[in-house]
T-cell receptor, first 115, second 112 residues
Framework: DAGVIQSPRHEVTEMGQEVTLRCKPI?????LFWYRQTMMRGLELLIY????????DSGMPEDRFSAKMPNASFSTLKIQPSEPRDSAVYFC?????????????FGPGTRLTVL | DAKTTQPPSMDCAEGRAANLPCNHS???????VYWYRQIHSQGPQYIIH???NNETNEMASLIITEDRKSSTLILPHATLRDTAVYYC?????????????FGTGTLLAVQP
């Protein structure tokens, strides 16, 4: 299996622009997670989905952030409009809910820089 | 989920065992101890988890004290590639809120 796939790996944009991050979870996994990592705040959970339904979005910082999971094999995290403080590495992870370990498998991340 | 306390950093000589401690004095009876690590510029990676008994897999061993208030992750023969931040997390496995809360972790530096 290819593991969790994220694109793009790097994104540089200007303040005010829309940014869309993409994630393809591991085939057969039914939970998907979006995390953000910064030096100041560490790794934070933004939102997670179970069977394509958002379960907990309490970590989404504000209305500028939105996430969708239209099907079991694809999810997006959108920031509109982007701001310099959104600069971070964004990770997507997936897991097989109900599996013995509930192990989360992380993607390589998208490094976002907002100028 | 219960909170955990880990030392911010540790050193270990290559080839020696690395013992990473974690305190979780408020752990509940149904909470598991999970360990993940994050190598620089990569996503976190699952290592091992346990409830009460000691566990071992191809990566590491997990020793949980009898009162479950602390645990130790053991890398039996550390290599330079084991240099990473190690996170100890306690949570209910398979619970309704299937999420990980990452703390600040321990930066393990394996020295040649």
């Amino acid at each position: 299996d290819a593991g969790v796939i994220q694109s793009p790996r790097h994104e540089v944009t200007e303040m005010g622009q829309e940014v869309t991050l993409r994630c393809k979870p591991i085939s057969g996994h039914n939970s998907l997670f979006w995390y953000r990592q910064t030096m100041m705040r560490g790794l934070e959970l933004l939102i997670y989905f179970n069977n394509n339904v958002p379960i907990d979005d309490s970590g989404m910082p504000e209305d500028r952030f939105s996430a969708k999971m239209p099907n079991a094999s694809f999810s997006t995290l959108k920031i509109q409009p982007s701001e310099p403080r959104d600069s971070a590495v964004y990770f997507c992870a997936s897991s097989l809910d109900g599996g013995r370990t509930d192990t989360q498998y992380f993607g390589p991340g998208t490094r976002l820089t907002v100028l | 989920d219960a909170k955990t306390t880990q030392p911010p950093s540790m050193d270990c000589a290559e080839g020696r065992a690395a013992n990473l401690p974690c305190n979780h004095s408020t752990i509940s009876g149904n909470e598991y101890v999970y360990w993940y690590r994050q190598i620089h510029s990569q996503g976190p990676q699952y290592i091992i988890h346990g409830l009460k008994n000691n566990e071992t897999n191809e990566m590491a061993s997990l020793i949980i004290t009898e009162d479950r208030k602390s645990s130790t992750l053991i890398l039996p023969h550390a290599t330079l590639r084991d240099t990473a931040v190690y996170y100890c997390i306690v949570r209910v496995a398979g619970g309704a809120t299937n999420k990980l809360i990452f703390g600040t972790g321990t930066l393990l530096a394996v020295q040649p």
